[in-house]
């Protein structure tokens, strides 16, 4: 049995996890710092301090390292090599803050970049609240979802390369301007190869 460390969850569901096995090879441990949301463990993700050491298999993170504190970053990516075993990897998604200031640029700060059904309400996501956070659950007093640092590509992969991680791999989904990263502990007898079908670099490290 694989472990998935589901970090800062909120209510989302395995169904915006990559496609395994679960409920079968695969069970899926949600961790979130507020306790309203069911997580399995109630935890900060930047120390995830109730996780132990080598635990988990994969780690997924889906936009919530941007609400970190810039200084809280490699600490927090520290830690999240720390819970992974030795076979596992991390799968990491935050906005790409490129791609958001190009087209603020272009289009100025308040531009609508998309609608999005959250939490039953259909909002206009302007390029500002995927700069600094969504600012009408900031207006509802909701100040976690303020956003206090922000990656490049080259940045969020010089991070987790100083985080301990062996193989990091970036890739940008420009359509909806976010950074996606894929982290290995270690190269050699990765779960990730096996569980995606990919081959390792011939060389081991990359």
Not at 89 to 96: G, K, Q, V, Y
Not at 98 to 124: D, F, T, W, Y
Not at 150 to 167: I, M, N, P, Q, V
Request: proline share 4%; charged share 20%; net charge negative.
């Amino acid at each position: 049995m694989f472990t998935a460390l589901h970090v800062g969850c909120g209510r989302q569901s395995t169904e915006i996890l990559p496609a395994f096995d679960w409920g079968g090879s695969w069970k899926e441990v949600r961790v979130d710092i507020d306790p309203a949301v069911s997580p399995d463990i109630v935890d900060d993700i930047s120390s995830l301090s109730s996780v132990p050491d080598g635990s988990a298999h994969m780690l997924f993170s889906k936009h919530n390292i941007e609400h970190l504190d810039y200084h809280q970053v490699p600490s927090c990516f520290a830690n999240f090599h720390r819970v992974l075993d030795d076979t596992g990897f991390a799968i990491l998604r935050t906005p790409d803050l490129k791609l958001i200031c190009e087209s603020i640029l272009e289009n100025g700060p308040e531009a609508v970049h998309h609608h999005s059904l959250i939490e039953g309400q259909m909002r206009a996501v302007k390029l500002l609240d995927m700069l600094f956070g969504a600012s009408w659950a900031i207006e509802e007093g909701n100040h976690f979802m303020a956003h206090r640092t922000a990656f490049t590509a080259e940045s969020l992969r010089a991070k987790l390369y100083d985080g301990g991680f062996e193989h990091v791999q970036v890739f940008t989904d420009a359509r909806i301007f976010e950074l996606r990263a894929i982290a290995l502990k270690k190269v050699q007898g990765n779960v990730f190869w096996q569980e995606t079908g990919q081959t390792p670099p011939a060389h081991g490290v990359a």
